[in-house]
């Protein structure tokens, strides 16, 4: 299942740093996207140096966003590590996304697909859009959750829904309901996966270590945070942004339980996302089997594709 | 037991589920759409049984449909009209007057359903969630019969118009050319009507010079220059009220293509526009008191105004960002200082008419 994403060979060996600041970035993801590239290219038997160039186009794409967004967001660590920005510099940083990009359409224009280079670039623009948006949503703790999807479906799930659509398209295959139901089924995960990282801001299934309450020290209220703030009194937002740890925010909510409860409803409402994306997953299993596809690889993709909310939500890993 | 199905507007069914008649048990709510306004449309509805929504009062679902919280854009014309003829002693009709008076709430209760129905059909409730109860999407009733509830009150406005027309030839004249105008607009803009630069115009049109007139001559006063500049004055503030919405919704209706005044403009320019807007509000506002009203009442409500514009135009100039919550406080203050506008003209309306009575007795 392992791909080579990143070889030192794919960028100009006059660039020492260049290299340098690629290899840690690259090293230590989980290369989740390009999983799922490859998870959704298998059955349809796509030539695999293409699903290669699939992979890594997605991968280049996220991590030319990481490495802007760590700059945006003054982000110190990236997996474990000095983000690009405070190692090199931050010039060196926007370069070095800015590069990935420019290889991302070399690549893919040499491909010769048109319509996957026109597709990939409205996603990058999309990306960008929500970054800028997100960030000038900073320090606004009055915001809701709808509009905050918005942002997430910019910035989070347009690549959930490149890694799904690109394949069909990379066969030249657009037929639009197809890509319509595919949208909608990326659209959830991203916003599913975007919600479950929001919740590790406040230690819920938070396995990985993330930062506890970083999102909100750094005036960002998330998806979580305008889901239980929707309802508090400005005296109330005031003190759960004031919150210097977890105990703090717990009294905002009168104890630990009343919290838990308002996961809870929150999940509640994500649990209603997940039978939708479920719906589309059906949906979706009905056109493939019209596209005459091996029927084992069919339910195999649809196996792995319904498994996909408990990991990318839950954190369960199966 | 919920289930979701999604169908295409070319599905044979959609029509059924999108007005909600495919089933006397159950309903379809939209809860995601793609492609909205395109032959591509298409919906995922989720299907519940009826009994499992819980319904409101009547009077709650009543003011819902009707968007009862909207009715004073009619009211004050209505009081205005009342109080200037009263003090000009033109009162010459006042049995028309009164059924033009209920004509136009049916009227206005009517239109206000059936727009929330094209909304609903058109896939425009969709794009801007709203967040007030919308009765349709929360699946209080069904579009088929909100849509019949909207042509009873359309008929029964009709049925109070036809007399006021027969003795008021005038009022009939109004009357016509606001339904043409109306009509036209409806069949040249291509997503709603109120989503065009000619629909605002419209609206302008219908809520402010057409209204103020058509009231005053049901009343057989005629028209004269004052309830023009008062109508023109009216309809300029309407229009500030739609574009504070207009704005708030700036990146939903941006990103979906539909195209009006602030989109047109985007986001920084409208921050303008709208600041602009109302300046030329408050230059109508001391023109119209300048030569209809009193000195006292212009000094005090230009201050007045002028105290309450300042916190609303620093709002406006410090929005940041075009989705977060720094619109819905535009939004907020807007309407308020529109609210603090009309609380001004009905207490100035009052003055004037006890003024007049103390006068006589």
């Known amino acids: 299942m392992a791909v080579k994403i990143f070889s030192p060979q794919d960028f100009p060996a006059y660039l020492p740093k260049l290299n340098s600041l690629y290899d840690d970035l690259f090293t230590g993801g989980k290369g989740f996207r390009s999983k799922l590239v490859q998870i959704v290219a298998r059955p349809l038997k796509l030539d695999s140096d293409v699903e290669n160039l699939l992979c890594q186009t997605i991968e280049f794409i996220h991590n030319a966003s990481l490495l802007h967004d760590d700059l945006i967001d003054r982000s110190q660590l990236r997996r474990g590590k000095p983000a690009a920005w405070t190692k090199y510099s931050p010039e060196y940083a926007v370069l070095a996304g800015d590069y990935l990009l420019a290889r991302v359409m070399v690549n893919l224009s040499g491909h010769g697909n048109i319509r996957l280079v026109q597709y990939t670039s409205e996603i990058i623009s999309d990306l960008l859009e929500g970054e800028w948006l997100q960030d000038s949503v900073v320090g606004d703790f009055f915001i809701s959750v709808p509009q905050l999807d918005r942002i997430h479906n910019l910035k989070t799930a347009s690549l959930f829904k490149w890694c799904l659509r690109a394949p069909f398209i990379a066969l030249e295959n657009n037929d639009k309901e197809l890509h319509n139901i595919l949208s909608e089924m990326g659209t959830l995960l991203g916003q599913l996966f975007q919600r479950s990282d929001d919740l590790l801001d406040y230690d819920i299934r938070n396995y990985e270590g993330k930062v506890i309450l970083g999102d909100l020290k750094a005036g960002y209220l998330n998806s979580f945070g305008a889901f239980i703030s929707a309802d508090m009194s400005r005296a109330q937002i005031d003190k759960m942004v004031k919150s210097q740890d977890l105990n703090d925010f717990y009294a905002v909510f009168s104890g630990k339980e009343n919290f838990l409860k308002s996961v809870a409803e929150f999940d509640a409402i994500n649990t209603e996302k997940i039978k939708l994306y479920h719906h589309y997953v059906q949906q979706l299993k009905a056109h493939l089997v019209k596209m005459s596809l091996d029927q084992n690889a069919i339910e195999q993709l649809i196996r792995v594709l319904n498994s996909l909310t408990d990991l990318l939500y839950f954190r369960k890993k199966s | ?90 009162l010459f009709d006042l049995p028309s007057f009164g059924l033009a008076a209920v004509a136009s709430i049916l009227l206005f209760a009517g239109l206000n359903i059936r727009n929330d129905v094209f909304d609903h059909v ?115 503030a309407v229009l500030f009220l739609l574009y504070l919405v207009q704005y708030a919704n700036l990146f939903e209706t941006s990103q ?106």
């Open chain 2, 256 to 361: 979906s293509g539909i195209k009006n005044t602030l989109t047109h403009m985007g986001f920084d320019k409208s921050k303008t526009y709208l600041k602009t807007w109302w300046s030329l509000f408050l230059a109508l506002w001391t023109g119209y008191h300048y030569f209809y009203g009193s000195v006292y009442w212009l000094a005090l409500s230009i201050i007045s105004l002028g105290l309450c514009t300042v916190p609303t135009y620093t709002v406006i100039s410090n929005a940041g960002s075009p989705i977060g919550s720094s619109l819905a406080r535009v939004r907020h203050t807007g309407f308020r200082l529109f609210i603090i506008m009309t609380v001004i003209l009905v207490l100035e309306q009052t003055w004037y008419l006890i003024n007049y009575l103390n006068w006589i007795l």
């Open chain 2, 122 to 236: 058109s896939g425009f409730d969709r794009i801007i969630k709203s967040s007030s109860e919308k009765p349709i999407i929360l699946g209080w009733v069904t579009a088929h019969q909100a849509h019949k509830i909207s042509w009873i009150f359309i008929l029964a406005a009709a049925l109070f118009a036809i007399p006021v027309c027969y003795s008021q030839y005038e009022a009939g004249r109004v009357a016509a050319i606001t339904l043409l105008l109306f009509f036209l607009g409806n069949f040249l803009t291509k997503n709603n009507y109120k989503h065009k630069y000619f629909s605002e115009f419209l609206l302008f049109l219908i809520l402010g010079p057409a209204l103020c007139a058509g009231y005053q001559v049901s009343l057989g006063s005629g028209v004269d220059t004052e309830i023009l500049v008062f109508g023109v004055m009216w309809g300029v």
């Open chain 2, 1 to 90: 037991m919920s289930r979701f199905l999604t169908l295409k507007k070319t599905d044979a069914e959609y029509s059924k589920y999108i007005w909600g008649n495919f089933s006397a048990t159950e309903r379809a709510l939209p809860i995601e759409s793609l492609n909205v306004g395109t032959p591509q449309e298409s919906i995922t509805f989720e299907i519940l049984p009826v009994s499992s929504i819980s319904r409101p009062s009547f009077f709650k679902l009543l003011s819902r449909l009707i968007k009862w919280n909207y009715f004073f854009l009619i009211f004050i014309p209505l009081y205005y009209v009342f109080v200037k003829n009263f003090i000009y002693q033109r």
